[in-house]
């Protein structure tokens, strides 16, 4: 009798899952710019308590309200603008490539972020320098006496006058100590902050959403004011001077320590903190809710 060969049923093919499609790269820096914009008076006083005489942030609001109205906590708000779609587009750009060259994951060992956080901040701390001296001294121009203003219209007015006025050197004012704050930014906000969300999902309390976003970028905010805080004062006071020999940042420490002590290093760390927490908590928040828009639009959510 002859015998049928019977073929042994296939298995059933399994559709494999779609690798994610990477985020538009402009996420980061339109994320940051709206989270900037809510909470431009606070940074405004904090530049202006590190950069001038204030002492406090409460009495230099008032100040600022005094004398300029309500609309004087958003002077400077183009160089924000222009700080933020320069800055921080660079930084979360970088810091998403320097996590793909470093094999690195939410789950990698802080380090790992870290190290991913330095090379964006070098990177970006370059690119936006001509931004921040901009955005700083907009915002510190109403603090000084009115002789010694530069009395800018605008970003773009700033930055075409310091070239014409100052020389292309002006753009890179205080490039030092703010490449240097960029790699503490960074290796500190957004490296924590993919790191305490990774150890947040670990836990049983804790799901993707905005609970874990928000308590997650609580904690980086605090972490990156405090290890950002002598970098910053530097930077601000340094890119808010001007004349022959106000750029050296060994200058500016001499005459920080000889007017105000060492503690002077975390002058402005409350506002900086009450700026910080509020615009980092937004910007993760906006970031991951603009990720989910992307999501929906791709029809993957």
């Not at 093919?13 to 985020?23: D, E, R």
């Not at 700083?136 to 009395?151: C, I, S, T, Y």
Request: contains cysteine; charged residues 20%.
């Amino acid at each position: 009798m002859s015998t049928q060969a019977v073929a042994s049923p296939s298995p059933p093919l399994v559709a494999s899952k779609p690798k994610k499609q990477p985020y538009p790269f402009y996420l980061g820096g339109l994320a940051a710019t709206i989270a900037a914009s809510i909470t431009h008076p606070l940074d405004l006083t904090k530049v202006r308590l590190q950069a001038s005489g204030d002492k406090r942030m409460i009495e230099s609001i008032k100040k600022t309200v005094r004398t300029a109205g309500v609309r004087g906590l958003f002077d400077g708000i183009t160089g924000t603008w222009m700080r933020q779609m320069s800055y921080s587009l660079c930084r979360f750009w970088a810091y998403d490539e320097s996590k793909k060259l470093l094999g690195a994951t939410p789950q990698s060992p802080a380090w790992v972020l870290a190290t991913a956080g330095v090379m964006a901040g070098s990177i970006a701390g370059v690119v936006g320098n001509p931004g921040e001296v901009v955005m700083v001294r907009l915002q510190g121009d109403f603090a000084k006496p009115p002789e010694k203003r530069f009395n800018y219209k605008h970003c773009f007015d700033a930055l075409f006058r310091m070239v014409r006025e100052e020389g292309p050197s002006s753009l890179v004012r205080g490039v030092g100590p703010n490449v240097f704050r960029s790699i503490l930014m960074n290796s500190s906000q957004l490296a924590s902050y993919d790191f305490f969300k990774a150890e947040l999902l670990k836990t049983k309390y804790f799901d993707d959403n905005i609970a874990c976003h928000f308590t997650a970028s609580f904690a980086a905010g605090t972490v990156a004011t405090t290890v950002c805080s002598p970098a910053d004062v530097l930077k601000s006071r340094i890119m808010n001077a001007s004349g022959p020999g106000s750029s050296s940042t060994i200058g500016v420490i001499r005459s920080s320590l000889a007017a105000d002590g060492p503690m002077f290093m975390f002058k402005g760390w409350l506002p900086a903190w009450s700026r910080l927490q509020p615009t980092t908590i937004l910007i993760f928040l906006t970031l991951e809710q603009l990720k989910n828009v992307v999501d929906w639009k791709r029809g993957s959510l």
